[in-house]
């Protein structure tokens, strides 16, 4: 089911820093029951999550920066990276 491993990274000052857990976990927790396509997500550490195969990672990177800045986790004009590890 998890069978992808993607790394999860911000940008703060120009430096690319891992997600901390608390904000994928936010992330997955909020999906878990509002967006189905998002439910084959599991936070494993900081900066780390494993994902389904039918996870579309673009979209997860957009719902992801959309859900981070409503939190305040992020500015407005950071950006988070995704990438299959």
């Given at each position: 089911?998890?069978?992808?491993?993607?790394r999860?990274?911000?940008?703060?000052?120009?430096?690319?820093?891992?997600?901390?857990?608390?904000?994928?976990?936010?992330?997955?927790?909020?999906?878990?029951?509002?967006a189905?396509?998002?439910?084959?997500?599991?936070?494993?550490?900081?900066?780390?999550?494993?994902?389904?195969t039918n996870?579309?990672?673009?979209?997860?990177r957009?719902?992801?920066?959309?859900?981070f800045?409503?939190k305040?986790?992020?500015?407005?004009?950071?950006?988070?990276s995704?990438?299959?590890?």
């Open positions: 089911m998890f069978a992808r491993k993607i999860v990274e911000y940008e703060d000052h120009g430096q690319e820093l891992p997600c901390p857990m608390k904000w994928l976990d936010s992330f997955s927790m909020r999906n878990f029951t509002n189905s396509v998002f439910d084959d997500t599991v936070p494993v550490s900081d900066g780390r999550m494993e994902i389904g996870v579309p990672l673009e979209q997860l957009e719902a992801m920066e959309d859900w800045r409503r305040g986790y992020v500015a407005k004009d950071s950006k988070l995704l990438e299959e590890i």
